[in-house]
């Protein structure tokens, strides 16, 4: 269970130690006194959960003394350094060299809570960055390339598993922007066909004049302009992967010539009569049913079968709410990278309303957001839609599914702790344990 953050308080002068520890505890704070620096130093550690607020002179260590061995030992570790009248531009220095603020003497209950809290938030933030990114740097093979936890992710990985080494071909649903060539890439990365090439045809950007000179390949002097030969796709994905996306797309014409290929597993070039052997896994995509599609005279029906060996069906992002943070530290992260700036980290307002929204464009429309945030181009409010897609049967389902997202996204973040969660939240504790109940939810499997 995570421990909240703490309040590690140095003063000196016992009244002043006594009223601000007395202030900060009705505020509803944890908060630990030390009456000098010597004696707070045993207790630091890097990626503590705590926030530090010392006075600057002490008998002793000083506070900016403590604030440099702070600095060294972990940078964002907020210290608020309490000062005289007479010591602002220190302080103002002080800032600089990594101070979270200061605090002149003498100050108000209301203001020292208010500077705290606000260092507060920002230390629990910062640590639930860190723990998402450790969480990402800690995944390996199919984890670290499918990411979520839930149920949903969870599925699709034990059946990328037990598919990927093996001869069957796969079809592959999904709304756009779900991540289906991904997941054709790691179905191909995982098999012993990984040696070999991974050729992905788009169906629905090949023009129907080009279909058998890009697919079949063709002999020198087939046609005009073919001045030399060249080898189609289906050759040059012989011994991998053939990835067919959209191919609810392809014109009916073309079905029937691939259909050919698929079950004879050899090509011929146009302007050649040679069979050249085609041993390849196929793996197809589509937006659309097939099967209704084959039904209303739109699709062939013996390609849909002779595809339609395994199924997977990849959920949309409004689906697995769940996953949302996870998925867009990696994108932001990748995005910094990309972009050569710093990873912003979002608020826990910016992350709920990315939870709110319903993403009718998928893990791709969440890149946008991920690119747009990292290059500075939002407000502090994303001010994204917040509308729900509607595929959701109907508005008390709708409720449900974003309700139990919140509270397993929330608890989570909290490593299970409800109170912590509940607080988060804006609800009552007993709300809380009522909802979670009713979703079938258990604190400890977010432990």
């Given amino acids: 269970m995570a421990e909240a953050v703490k309040v590690l308080l140095v003063e000196d002068d016992e009244d002043v130690r006594l009223g601000a520890e007395q202030a900060l505890e009705l505020a509803g704070m944890d908060v630990e006194s030390f009456e000098s620096a010597e004696r707070l130093r045993g207790r630091l550690a890097a990626g503590a959960r705590a926030v530090i607020v010392s006075d600057v002179r002490m008998p002793g260590m000083s506070g900016l003394e403590l604030l440099t061995l702070v600095m060294d030992m972990d940078r964002d570790l907020?210290?608020?350094?309490?000062?005289?009248?007479?010591?602002?531009?220190?302080?103002?220095?002080?800032?600089?060299?990594?101070?979270?603020?200061?605090?002149?003497?003498?100050?108000?209950?209301?203001?020292?809570?208010?500077?705290?809290?606000?260092?507060?938030?920002?230390r629990k933030l910062t640590l639930e960055v860190d723990a998402l990114r450790r969480q990402l740097e800690n995944r390996r093979g199919l984890d670290a390339t499918i990411l979520g936890g839930s149920p949903a992710m969870e599925k699709l990985r034990r059946t990328l598993l037990a598919t990927a080494d093996t001869s069957a071909d796969v079809l592959i649903y999904g709304e756009t922007g779900t991540g289906k060539e991904l997941v054709a890439r790691s179905l191909h990365d995982m098999s012993r066909r990984r040696a070999a090439n991974f050729v992905a045809v788009n169906c629905g950007g090949l023009p129907e004049t080009l279909f058998e000179s890009e697919i079949f390949g063709f002999e020198a002097g087939a046609f005009t302009g073919a001045a030399r030969a060249r080898v189609g796709k289906l050759e040059y994905a012989h011994g991998g992967t053939l990835f067919l996306d959209e191919?609810?797309?392809?014109?009916?014409?073309l079905q029937i010539k691939l259909l050919r290929v698929l079950q004879d597993r050899h090509v011929e070039r146009l302007g050649s009569n040679k069979p050249v052997p085609f041993d390849?896994?196929?793996v197809a995509a589509a937006k659309e049913d097939l099967l209704e599609l084959s039904q209303a005279r739109k699709f062939r029906e013996d390609l849909y079968y002779r595809l339609n060996v395994v199924t997977i069906e990849l959920p949309p992002l409004r689906d697995r709410r769940e996953d949302i943070p996870l998925l867009f530290e990696h994108l932001v992260l990748a995005a910094a990278e990309r972009y050569s700036r710093p990873a912003p980290q979002a608020t826990s307002a910016q992350t709920h309303e990315l939870m709110a929204y319903g993403w009718p464009g998928n893990v791709r429309e969440l890149r946008n957001i991920a690119d747009r945030f990292v290059l500075?181009?939002?407000?502090?409010?994303?001010?994204?839609?917040?509308?729900?897609?509607?595929?959701?049967?109907?508005?008390?389902?709708?409720?449900?599914?974003?309700?139990?997202?919140l509270i397993e996204a929330e608890l989570r973040r909290q490593n299970g702790l409800a109170t912590a969660a509940a607080d988060a939240l804006g609800l009552p504790k007993k709300t809380l344990y009522d909802k979670m109940r009713r979703f079938g939810l258990l604190a400890s499997d977010f432990k």
Wanted: charged share 30%; aromatic share 8%.
């Fill in 247 to 253: 191919i609810e797309s392809m014109p009916v014409s």
């Fill in 78 to 122: 907020p210290v608020i350094l309490v000062t005289g009248h007479g010591d602002i531009s220190m302080a103002v220095g002080a800032m600089r060299r990594g101070a979270y603020d200061f605090i002149e003497k003498p100050f108000s209950s209301d203001h020292l809570v208010e500077v705290v809290q606000r260092a507060m938030e920002k």
């Fill in 280 to 282: 390849a896994r196929v």
């Fill in 376 to 405: 500075g181009l939002l407000d502090e409010q994303f001010k994204i839609s917040r509308t729900f897609a509607p595929e959701a049967k109907n508005f008390a389902e709708q409720v449900d599914r974003f309700e139990r997202a």
